[in-house]
């Protein structure tokens, strides 16, 4: 047979089993849309949760490793400290399991009869071949000011603009800090680190790096001790101490977010190849005189079941098409995610091409059961 003449057979063919074709691109269109729907749901919100959980502040705290936990947590932290280059040497490390540092220097005071925790602090640095956005709890105190936490503004009676005097210096409100609803952070008073090593007498010392742990490997056993390596590799003279409600919150919304991804795909497959073994069962069933008499002028039953798979592949490429543009639109349009993110190019490439390779895999079995047929069995009326 010639070319044409073969492809006017498929068309016809898709022509003839009309209903039998458009069930098979809707079973394709219905998983190849759910795929791109789960994907971009899923890409969203683990988006949404990194940015939320940023936002709630640092989740690791770094300290010398000999810092007593007892005596920070009454607010005492006059024990050790380390050089204020840690902050630059683990910003500098690409294979860390971290980002977003800060650097700070933290002694509890008397400022006007009210206890405060002096913070000072320098600018956030970011891991190196990373651009982030500035953490909101990352303060860039300006030298000789100050920023008030909610409660110590209140008891001192301060707001922007007013002076404050802390050991014997004088600084300027330069803003009041919100209601953070815990201490220490509503009692401390945030200055520019060189300020606060000045008046401590520690130059060029820090007591504590505070550190956002990025996003690890969902199929990690144990993140926080992968997270405490990565850092104490660098570092081995320090104490990692995660605040483990907020890393392992946002590790396991994303893992949690893969595993259903997984499995409400891994059920529209299922379901996509049993039906479309199903309508290819049903389809050559009825094309079994057809097939005899292909057999009897000769045709060799590669050609014909070649007919057969290409059409199924043909269906599945269009039905894959079309699940791909209807479960991007109801992605885009269902307004699912506040800042909707996109499943990349090539994972839908992935799945135009899958597609019509799959569907050829789940038809072959039936095609080649009713092509091992007699010929006479084929042409026979009782045959099934």
Same mark, same amino acid.
């Given at each position: 047979m010639t070319r044409m003449t073969w492809t006017r057979l498929l068309l016809r063919e898709m022509a003839h089993s009309r209903w039998n074709t458009l069930a098979t691109l809707l079973a394709v269109a219905a998983a190849a849309g759910l795929y791109v729907a789960v994907s971009d749901i899923g890409v969203s919100s683990v988006d949404a949760t990194r940015l939320l959980m940023r936002d709630m502040g640092f989740n690791l705290l770094i300290t010398p490793a000999d810092a007593d936990p007892a005596r920070w947590q009454a607010l005492d932290f006059s024990g050790p400290d380390m050089p204020e280059e840690y902050v630059k040497k683990l910003a =500098? !490390?690409? *294979?860390?399991?971290? !980002? $977003?540092? #800060? =650097?700070? &220097?933290?002694?509890?005071? *008397?400022?006007?009869?009210?206890?405060?925790? &002096?913070? =000072?602090?320098?600018?956030?640095?970011?891991?190196?071949?990373?651009?982030?956005? +500035?953490? +909101?709890?990352?303060? *860039? #105190?300006?030298? =000789?000011?100050?920023?008030?936490?909610?409660?110590?503004?209140?008891?001192?009676?301060?707001?922007? %603009?007013?002076?404050v005097t802390l050991l014997g210096r004088d600084f300027t409100v330069d803003r009041v800090l919100g209601e953070y609803g815990a201490m220490?952070? *509503?009692?401390?008073?945030?200055?520019? &680190? $060189?300020?606060? /090593?000045? &008046?401590?007498?520690?130059? %060029?010392r820090v007591n504590a790096i505070d550190a956002l742990a990025c996003q690890c490997p969902a199929g990690a056993a144990d993140i926080i001790a992968m997270v405490r390596g990565s850092i104490t590799r660098v570092l081995p003279d320090v104490e990692v101490r995660p605040y483990q409600s907020m890393l392992l919150g946002r590790f396991e919304q994303r893992a949690m977010m893969m595993r259903l991804q997984a499995a409400m795909v891994a059920a529209a497959l299922a379901a996509a190849a049993a039906a479309v073994w199903g309508l290819s069962y049903q389809n050559v069933s009825a094309r079994r005189h057809e097939i005899g008499v292909f057999r009897a002028l000769g045709v060799p039953d590669a050609s014909v079941a070649a007919l057969f798979l290409v059409k199924t592949g043909a269906v599945a490429l269009a039905g894959a098409a079309l699940g791909v543009a209807a479960g991007r639109a109801y992605f885009l349009h269902s307004?699912?995610?506040?800042?909707?993110?996109?499943?990349?190019? /090539?994972?839908?490439?992935?799945v135009l091409l899958a597609a019509p390779l799959a569907a050829m895999l789940f038809s072959l079995p039936p095609v080649a059961a009713r092509m091992g047929r007699d010929t006479a069995a084929l042409l026979g009326e009782g045959a099934p």
């Open positions: =500098g !490390q690409r *294979d860390i399991l971290a !980002q $977003h540092f #800060v =650097g700070k &220097l933290q002694h509890t005071t *008397d400022a006007g009869g009210v206890t405060a925790v &002096l913070t =000072g602090v320098l600018a956030e640095v970011v891991r190196t071949g990373t651009e982030k956005t +500035p953490m +909101p709890t990352a303060y *860039d #105190v300006p030298g =000789g000011r100050v920023f008030l936490g909610a409660a110590v503004a209140r008891g001192l009676g301060k707001q922007a %603009g007013d002076t220490p952070e *509503d009692i401390r008073i945030f200055a520019h &680190l $060189h300020d606060a /090593q000045e &008046l401590l007498g520690r130059p %060029g307004q699912v995610a506040g800042n909707p993110l996109c499943t990349p190019a /090539q994972t839908l490439a992935l």
